[in-house]
């Protein structure tokens, strides 16, 4: 707790600041200039308490981009998103089409199966995670991330946050929009979106869509392609009905089809000490060496003569185009070219097909009080097939059959929402039920070093049912306490979930030898029951701030991990299992938009530290002889942190602003066995910088009658941060911090409609990463996926 006492006592003197400057402002003159007087900043309007309210009355930690933000910054990738929300981030694995969303040291691991700790929503849906994408970045309302647990009000707990897409919504007036832009590596792009009204206000419509192609960023030199290739397109359909003057129904239907590759991992570091001696065995130069292990693998079932060398020349007769110094070698050649020039002999290909379903119906049940039905229906379809090693030695890639993924879910939401006692109770009851099922074939070739290659095929099927009920409510105590705007806020919710775990038919699992099936168990099941809740306090100091101080639990239940032969029990004895992770944490924040002086101000400050209980890692590791990735429950870890956002409007046409973010992750006991093995010590907190944080200015000014021409630019930067848990034990197992710089420069014609402008991003073509694999125990070497080089395109827009 020491942190959140030093927080609170800074907090206390930023207060006082703060009322001493809102009372300066309050007796200022009441002629300011005239710019400053015309000015305001953007209202923002938040859902994160499942209603509507503004940002800055809102007691829960949160980033909002509007609808107008998404436009003028070219916020179309999830990697766009986590520039414009330091303290996001967006972890590549494998490849940059399986990626992860990580808030307050809350994440993902790859190839874990947990669910993830921070889950993104479409129109109050839930979905099962980032992906390639579960929609796409066009025709949006606003993006709101959520930071922290959300344990009461949403679908299914998370233990690092939300964030939350809302589309468009259909309006009574017949308009719209269309755009195209046009980039550097051929990008092509066209968006547009109009609304309809059918039947005055009472049947509305809005149709949206897109279409985007690019080529990929890497050129594989191994078959001369393009890595990275984006081909696109989504169509999305609104319908309003308004079936009464107390019933409205709104029916969205989102589809997003993907085609194209991914951008590759490649070798960046090797580890001598993992566990099967790929820097040797890949070394075929030296053939006697080479000759040896392969006899050593295969108890000598190879063949090979350690006087003629057969098996060494025999895979440099097949391989004329390797370098025979192996990996050691090939990972200078690597470094030297850089990440936009591959040499990657795995299958590249990556498949997606996205249909999300929202139908929410309102009744007017009386006076502020409702009754909101929301169905859910989401299937998403994730196929990738690609390189893990990021070599051309065949040391583990997906073949052709790839790692696919196919997820439904129905999902049925009853809410009562509204307010009593006089208005002073706002409140929130529901009940929330999903069935969700997931189906997983990855297929994995290994060591294709002849006559050792390996092919591997999982194939799962998970299910889950979950039930909840949750009640949440605000109470005011200012006439009871005789202070002004205090009020507290309870929340409580009882979630049942039961999971179920079979493997299927086409899982190389069956193929093992009897005594070996006896060990298995193809069908598991086990069931969860927890109680999540809130309870805060919150004081409205004065119209323009608010200060609150919350804590909340929250849980990721547990599971079983599909990368691994289904042997009963926990991750530490060898089984495919893991447990039940807690999370809960206490919150102190502040919330002001006022004036400062004479100038338009608005901040957000939050001050957190987390206690998880058992939290949910991966860790690779052989079990027998059998590569896994096996997830086990870290007894205890702690993650502290600041954030801070704020921006100022010292004119009618400038706008500057910035966030900062600290984060302290840390596991505070981690001495685990993995596979029933001697206990490994868990060192490195991943998926979070300690540093990250942004600053921008925007200058706007009239050029003539109504056309505005406007200059923005945005920096953002992050430090180093690992993406493995035992980076301890693998050192390799990190990306450095980077700093990128974007601009934008346009021009507006408010009454006409029209806008382009030119947009630059990574503008000083910055080589940074987004995340790795981190195989160097297992392989002896990590992988890492780049970001994207400086890019450039052109955007004209038109309003009707």
Known sequence: MTKIQIGAASLASLIAMIQSGAAFAQSAPATPPVAAKSFAPEEIIVTAQRRSETLERTPVAVSVLSANALQRQAIVTEVDLQIATPGLTIRAGQNSNQLNYALRGQSLDAFSDTRPGVLPYFNEIQLDGVGGGSSAFYDLQSVQVLKGPQGTLFGRNSTGGAVLFTSAKPTRNFGGYVSGRLGNYKLRQIEGAVNLPIVGDKVIARIAGFYEKRDGYQLNLFNNKRAGDVDRFG??????????????????????????????????????????????????????????????????????????????????????????????????????????????????????????????????????TKIRNIFGYTYLENGIAGDIDGTPYGIDDNGNGGKND?????????????????????????????????????????????????????????????????????????????????????????????????VLPADTAYLAPPAQLATYDFHQNKAFGNVSWTLGIQEQVNPNLLIYVASRRSYKNGGYNGIQNPVPGLGPNGGNGYGLETLTDAEIGVKYRGRVGNIPTQFNLAVYEDWIKDGQRVAYTLLGSTPAAVTVNI??????????????????????????????????????????????????????????????????????????????????????????STGNRSPGAHVDGYTLVNFRLGLEDSNSGWSVSAHLKNAFNKVYYAGGIATGELFQFNTVVPGAPRTFFAEARFKF
Request: hydrophobic share 35%.
């Open 235 to 368: 169509l999305r359909g609104s319908l309003h009905l308004a079936l009464s003057n107390s019933i409205s129904n709104d029916l969205v239907v989102d589809y997003l089809h993907s085609n194209g590759n991914s951008l590759a991992g490649l070798i960046n570091s090797l580890e001598p000490t993992g566990l099967v001696p790929l820097i040797a065995l890949t070394n075929f130069g030296n053939q006697a060496q080479y000759n040896f292990l392969i006899n050593a693998f295969t108890g000598g079932a190879a063949g090979c003569n350690a006087t003629t060398n057969n098996c060494a020349a025999a895979y440099a007769a097949a391989h004329p185009t390797l370098d025979p110094g192996g990996i050691a070698s090939y990972l200078a050649t690597q470094n030297a070219r850089g990440p936009y020039k591959i040499e990657s002999d795995g299958p590249s290909k990556y498949r997606g097909r996205n249909i999300i379903v929202s139908n929410i119906t309102a009744i007017d049940v009386g006076t502020n």
């Open 406 to 502: 196919n997820t439904r879910q129905y999902s049925e939401e009853l809410q009562l929402v509204g307010n009593a006692l006089g208005g002073k109770l706002n409140y929130v009851f529901g009940g929330f039920y999903s069935h969700e099922t997931n189906e997983n074939l990855t297929t994995s070739l290994l060591l294709q070093f002849p006559p050792l290659t390996s092919v591997t095929r999982y194939n799962k099927l998970t299910t889950r049912d979950m039930y909840a009920g949750y009640g949440q409510g605000t109470y005011d105590l200012s006439e009871a306490t005789g202070i002004k705007g205090l009020g507290v806020t309870v929340g409580a919710r009882y979630t049942h979930e039961k999971i179920k775990f079979d």
């Open 635 to 724: 007894p205890r870890s702690k993650v502290s942190g600041v954030e801070f956002d704020g921006s100022v409007h010292p004119a009618s046409w400038l706008s500057l602003g910035g966030a900062v973010n600290y984060t302290n992750a840390r596991f505070t006991d981690s001495l685990v066995s993995i596979g029933g093995g001697a206990p490994v010590l868990f060192g490195t907190y991943p998926d979070t910088p300690k540093w990250s944080g942004s600053v921008f200015g925007e200058i706007s000014v009239p050029v003539q009658n109504s056309i505005t021409a406007s200059f923005r630019s945005d920096v953002y930067s992050q430090s180093l941060f690992w993406f493995a």
